[in-house]
C-alpha cells in the first residue's frame, strides 16, 4: 500500500506547476548580468528577450518587471549606481555626474494669458483710489 502511495505522490510532483519562487531565484541568479546590460543602454525588454531565449529564467515579462522594480526600489541610488557593475569587475570608482544647467525658456502661452489693457502695480497711488 505504501508503495502505491509513493508512487502516486512522485506522479502528482511531476504533472504539478513549479513553485513561483523560482523565478525570484532566477532574478537574483542574474541581477548583476542584468544591471550591467542596462548600464550599457539595453533595454529591460530586450535583455529579459535574451535571457528567455537562452533558458536564464522563465518567468512573463510582467513578472520580470516587477522583479526589477522591486530591487530597484529597495535600493537608494547611490547603491544603485554602485550596483551596476558587478563589484569584481569594477576597475575605477564611478565618477560623479554632473549636472548641466539649462536656460529658462518661456513659453509664449505663458505671456499671452495676461488681460490685455491691465497691469498690476502692487505699490499703488493714494490719488487714483480718491
Not at 92 to 101: R, S
Request: with cysteine.
Amino acid at each position: 500500500m505504501k508503495q502505491n502511495y509513493i508512487e502516486e505522490l512522485a506522479e502528482w510532483g511531476k504533472q504539478r506547476k513549479p513553485p513561483k519562487e523560482r523565478h525570484r531565484v532566477a532574478y537574483l541568479a542574474v541581477e548583476h548580468e542584468l544591471a550591467a546590460a542596462m548600464a550599457a543602454g539595453y533595454t529591460i525588454k530586450s535583455i529579459w528577450r535574451h535571457m528567455r531565449d537562452t533558458d536564464r529564467v522563465q518567468c512573463s515579462y510582467e513578472a520580470f518587471l516587477n522583479f526589477v522594480r522591486r530591487s530597484q526600489a529597495h535600493q537608494s541610488p547611490a547603491a544603485m549606481s554602485q550596483n551596476l557593475i558587478h563589484p569584481n569587475d569594477r576597475a575605477t570608482p564611478p565618477q560623479p555626474v554632473q549636472a548641466v544647467a539649462r536656460p529658462i525658456v518661456k513659453k509664449a502661452a505663458q505671456t499671452s494669458k495676461a488681460i490685455p489693457g491691465f497691469v498690476f502695480n502692487p505699490n499703488y497711488n493714494k490719488d487714483d483710489l480718491l
